[in-house]
């Protein structure tokens, strides 16, 4: 039976394998220390799904306040769901539940970004009422040199 529920620091093997699946490869020593600031800051939270203990799925939400608009924007940062338990409706429950976090910490709005390449994402998420508003809006990135080995 699939749980939801907060995810702990002693879930780090199983994120690295989620990670993986989801096309980030890491080791444990680098999601333990994401994991210091992710469980630490109160305007994130990751929310895992479980089965039997274990964890199969992990969604990262960050809440942010806009100026431009009144309230505060979720951004659903990252979503993965262990291949065996995709086409479940483990992911929908999950984005369910991240939609009902950010509406009790006042957000108007949520927010996903996924790479072009991920056709079968972008079709999930527009089942979940999720409009594709880059023709309307540009992203753009760019890597800081933060002088940290």
């Known amino acids: 039976m699939i749980r939801l529920r907060s995810v702990r620091r002693d879930d780090a093997p199983c994120l690295v394998a989620l990670l ?3 096309g980030y490869p890491t080791d ?3 999601v333990h ?5 992710w469980l630490d800051d109160p305007s994130s ?3 895992g799904a479980e089965d ?4 199969i799925a992990v969604a990262a939400l960050h809440v942010f306040p806009v100026l431009e608009r009144t309230g505060k924007f979720g951004r659903l940062l990252a979503l993965v769901v262990d291949h065996r338990y995709q086409g479940q409706g483990v992911g929908g429950q999950l984005v369910q539940a991240v939609e009902e976090r950010a509406r009790d910490a006042g957000c108007t709005m949520m927010e ?3 790479s072009r390449r991920r056709d079968l994402a972008h ?3 527009q089942g979940l009422g999720y409009e594709d508003i880059c023709a309307s809006s540009a992203r753009f990135t760019k890597t800081l040199d933060t002088g940290r080995p």
């Open 28 to 30: 444990l020593p680098t």
């Open 45 to 47: 939270s990751l929310l």
């Open 52 to 55: 039997d203990g274990e964890l």
């Open 33 to 37: 220390a994401r994991l210091d600031y």
């Open 20 to 22: 993986d699946e989801l």
């Open 112 to 114: 996903v970004t996924s």
């Open 123 to 125: 079709r999930f998420y």
